[in-house]
T-cell receptor, first 114, second 119 residues
Framework: AQTVTQSQPEMSVQEAETVTLSCTYD???????LFWYKQPPSRQMILVIR??????QNATENRFSVNFQKAAKSFSLKISDSQLGDAAMYFC???????????FGTGTRLQVFP | GAVVSQHPSWVICKSGTSVKIECRSL??????MFWYRQFPKQSLMLMAT?????????EQGVEKDKFLINHASLTLSTLTVTSAHPEDSSFYIC???????????????FGDGTRLSIL
């Protein structure tokens, strides 16, 4: 069974600063992929970044980057130069190649202060 | 691209009525769509996987007779909450996965969600 754990219910950051959101997962599968989704107050889930487990290189998407530690089953999200619009719930999720199911963590609420 | 439209966005109805929620992929074809339920301040819980032209696969604990799913075309899946009761009140979100490329590692694109309130 897959599990995803986000141990930080809430985080805050000053505008323009950097913040890291933690995520750990557990799976017995070898082929899987990991995602970070953002859910603003509007409630729509927006894909932030994705990482295939077979890739050693950490994914980067503009101000968003991940630190993927496969052996430790850790997948943290770093947000650089934080902006007010980054304030949202962030969900870490894992999925298997042989199914399309996504398992979500419990989320981290990020507040950005001006 | 990859827009998923969900309708209605908010519905309030009396206990005992049935409510249908639509999920449409607007600019891509989706063999597979997913239905999630989200309680306030909680994570998304997968309810079922909807496959075009076949029966939906329900997660453990989800009543298939309560939550009817139909995926009649590559761009439309519907979730019908039958004989809804106050405990069914929740936020329901659909997602769709593109069939444009092979492989099962395409990201899911989410709809805006439907807030269902049963009085």
């Amino acid at each position: 069974a897959q599990t995803v754990t986000q141990s930080q219910p809430e985080m805050s950051v000053q505008e323009a600063e950097t913040v890291t959101l933690s995520c750990t997962y557990d799976t017995s599968e070898s082929d899987y992929y990991l995602f970070w989704y953002k859910q603003p107050p509007s409630r729509q889930m927006i894909l932030v970044i994705r990482q295939e487990a077979y890739k050693q290189q950490n994914a980067t998407e503009n101000r968003f980057s991940v630190n993927f530690q496969k052996a430790a089953k850790s997948f943290s999200l770093k947000i650089s130069d934080s902006q007010l619009g980054d304030a949202a719930m962030y969900f870490c999720a894992s999925g298997l190649y042989n199914t399309d199911k996504l398992i979500f963590g419990t989320g981290t609420r990020l507040q950005v202060f001006p | 691209g990859a827009v998923v439209s969900q309708h209605p966005s908010w519905v309030i109805c009396k206990s005992g009525t049935s409510v249908k929620i639509e999920c449409r992929s607007l600019d891509f074809q989706a063999t597979t769509m997913f239905w999630y339920r989200q309680f306030p301040k909680q994570s998304l819980m997968l309810m079922a996987t909807s496959n075009e032209g076949s029966k939906a696969t329900y997660e453990q604990g989800v009543e298939k007779d309560k939550f009817l799913i139909n995926h009649a075309s590559l761009t439309l899946s519907t979730l019908t909450v039958t004989s809804a009761h106050p405990e069914d009140s929740s936020f329901y979100i659909c997602s769709a996965r593109s069939t444009g490329r092979t492989g099962n590692n395409q990201p899911q694109h989410f709809g805006d969600g439907t807030r269902l309130s049963i009085l």
